[in-house]
Every structure is written in C-alpha cells, then in structure tokens.
C-alpha cells in the first residue's frame, strides 16, 4: 500500500531564505509525484508535476526533485516571500492503486 | 472565466439530516473526484467519475452518496448514516478519460465546502 509522508509537519523561515521540502513514499513504482499548495480555507493549486521518467521539474522559484530509488522527492524554494506562505502537500500516483495518495502537508511560515 | 466552483462555502447540519454539497466545472473534464480532508491529515477519496452516468467508490464512500447527471456537474449528499461528517470538503476534476488511471493528469481543485455538525 503506497503511504506519503511529508516531514516536517511546520516550517517557519525567515525571508530571503532558500528550502526544501520533503516527500517520501514507500511504492517506488509510480506513474507521477505532484506538489500542491494550499492557502488556509482554500482549496489546491497545482503547482509541478513530475512523471516517473523525469528528475526534476522547474517553474519559477520553485524546483520539484524525484528520486524513484530513494522514494524521496523535495520541493526547492528560492528566496522565500511572505506570500510563500501556506501549506504544501505532495501526492503520488503508483501501479496498482487507481487515485491520487496525498501527505498531511508541510505548513510553511515565511516571516519578514 | 474556466474552473471549478463549490457552493455553498460554509454548512450546518443538523443530527439526522441530509446536506448536499455542489460542485460544478467548466474545464470539459470528464473525471471529477471529492475529498474529505480534516486537519493535519492528507486528503481521502470520497467517490470518483470518469463518466457521466457512472461513478465509483473510493476509500471512505460510507455515509455519503453522489450523482452524475451531467457532465459538468458531480453534487455529493452527506447522509445522517455519516457519523461524523465535520470536515473540509473540496471537489476535483481532471482530464482523463474514462479507462485511464486517475491521477495521471493535473487534478483541478474548487474552493471546498466547510460542513460542521451542530
């Protein structure tokens, strides 16, 4: 059964700050491994998208890393804003298992 | 404007009531899914569609019911059989298509309903 665990549970970091987030899970046969975020009381953005054949992904600051081997993907934040902050959840999608299997999320505080 | 709306934003319910809960899209999806998410926990499959006329259970279906009339249109009714149905409910849909695996296309969020019970 894929299980996604997402550590720590809360972040908080100053601005200007680079960091990464951290996914693991414990099918290394998936499809995809996608971020989202979640600002408090909203619903999901879709943020990066990596397929199983991929490394890494890119949009913006943002950088999304995978490593099937490991069962391990980190969220890169270049420069962190106030307005990073919200709640971060991966989620994957493996062989055998016909949905999506999110993390709790990673609550993050960027602070001026 | 494309995308997905949920209304209402906030519902009470009462012991022994039914609610339901709306979601609607614009995005030409075919599957459209509901989650249940309730704090510090990741989101839980409710039911699914990939088709109009057919949906499937996911992994916490007891106590709730959907329909599928039409394709843009996936409503989810939280029955008095929920026990405990206080949670942050958010509606979903993406482009696959009927047969495929879900989850290999971005998944497209609403605002979410917040129901408590009083």
């Known amino acids: 059964k894929q299980e996604v665990t997402q550590i720590p549970a809360a972040l908080s970091v100053p601005e200007g700050e680079n960091l990464v987030l951290n996914c693991s899970f414990t099918?290394?046969?998936?499809?995809?491994l996608q971020w989202f975020r979640q600002d408090p009381g909203k619903g999901l953005t879709s943020l990066l998208l990596?397929?199983?054949?991929?490394r890494e992904q890119t949009s913006g600051r943002l950088n999304a890393s995978l490593d099937k081997s490991s069962g391990r993907s980190t969220l890169y934040i270049a420069a962190s804003q106030p307005g990073d902050s919200a709640t971060y959840l991966c989620?994957?999608?493996?062989?055998?298992?016909?949905?999506?299997?999110f993390g709790a999320g990673t609550r993050l505080a960027v602070h001026p | 404007d494309g995308g997905i709306t949920q209304s209402p934003k906030y519902l009470f319910r009462k012991e022994g009531q039914n609610v339901t809960l709306s979601c609607e899209q614009n995005?030409?999806?075919?599957?459209m899914y509901w989650y249940r998410q309730d704090p510090g926990q990741g989101l839980r499959l409710i039911y699914y569609?990939?088709?109009?006329?057919?949906?499937q259970k996911g992994d916490i279906a007891e106590g709730y019911s959907v329909s599928r009339e039409k394709k843009e249109s996936f409503p989810l009714t939280v029955t008095s059989a929920q026990k405990n149905p206080t949670a942050f409910y958010l509606c979903?849909?993406?482009?696959?298509?009927?047969?495929?695996?879900?989850?290999?296309?971005?998944?497209?969020f609403g605002p979410g309903t917040r129901l408590t019970v009083l």
């Open positions: 099918d290394s046969a998936i499809y995809n």
């Open positions: 995005l030409n999806h075919d599957a």
């Open positions: 990596i397929q199983s054949s991929q």
């Open positions: 989620a994957s999608v493996s062989r055998g298992y016909n949905k999506l299997i």
């Open positions: 569609s990939q088709i109009v006329n057919d949906f």
């Open positions: 979903a849909s993406s482009a696959e298509t009927s047969g495929s695996l879900l989850g290999t296309d971005t998944q497209y």
